[in-house]
T-cell receptor, first 113, second 117 residues
């Protein structure tokens, strides 16, 4: 079983929809939770970073972490065609694990105009 | 642009050959990570270097090796190449202060696309 499981998708939504992307994990040591966006097999780009449980909002993006359920989510409001990409969740135990991140396999999102 | 550079962008070679991928981290970043991304396996962590020394190792094959030089650039060497080594290879860098409680946010380069024929 993988340490990080990500909803595989693909996901196709109309422009303006609310998108929910999700990951579960098994390692209780994970404290740092990240979401990356990757366009067309280019380098992943950090979108959101959250420490421990709770919510974090940045514009149209909201990251949620529920450590008790070992579940994280990324919500995209008012989705745009430019949001079409692969979204990767990543998790880390931080300094205790040399800062190494474990990634999900990614969910490919298509937002149709 | 993340500030991380990787060369070459594309590499086509034959089975059994050896190649070297190069990465220059962002200015000031001491830590370099190497990842492999293939179509069927997602992003796999290979190895991390911090200020010239190996810090963490992932699923890196014995045929693969890496090093980080005094100027902090890093090279990933892949030898005895097999068809299954065809993938995108990403380098990422972070500040890596080594301070407990500080997450070392990673910035990714554009990747090297390797095709083994």
């Amino acid at each position: 079983q993988k340490e990080v499981e990500q909803d595989p998708g693909p996901l196709s939504v109309p422009e303006g929809a609310i998108v929910s992307l999700n990951c579960t994990y098994s390692n209780s040591a994970f404290q740092y939770f990240m979401w990356y966006r990757q366009y067309s097999r280019k380098g992943p780009e950090l979108l959101m970073y959250t420490y421990s449980s709770g919510n974090k909002e940045d514009g149209r993006f909201t990251a949620q972490v529920d450590k008790s359920s070992k579940y994280i989510s990324l919500f995209i409001r008012d989705s745009q065609p430019s949001d079409s990409a692969t979204y990767l969740c990543a998790m880390s135990a931080g300094f205790a694990n040399a800062g190494k991140s474990t990634f999900g396999d990614g969910t490919t999102l298509t937002v149709k105009p | 642009d993340s500030g991380v550079t990787q060369t070459p962008k594309h590499l086509i070679t034959a089975t059994g050959q050896r190649v070297t991928l190069r990465c220059s981290p962002r200015s000031g970043d001491l830590s370099v990570y190497w990842y492999q991304q293939s179509l069927d396996q997602g992003l796999q962590f290979l190895i991390q270097y911090y200020n010239g020394e190996e810090r963490a190792k992932g699923n890196i094959l014995e045929r693969f090796s890496a090093q980080q030089f005094p100027d902090l650039h890093s090279e990933l060497n892949l030898s005895s190449l097999e068809l299954g080594d065809s993938a995108l290879y990403f380098c990422a860098s972070s500040v890596a202060t080594g301070v407990q409680g500080y997450q070392e946010t990673q910035y990714f380069g554009p990747g090297t696309r390797l095709l083994v024929l």
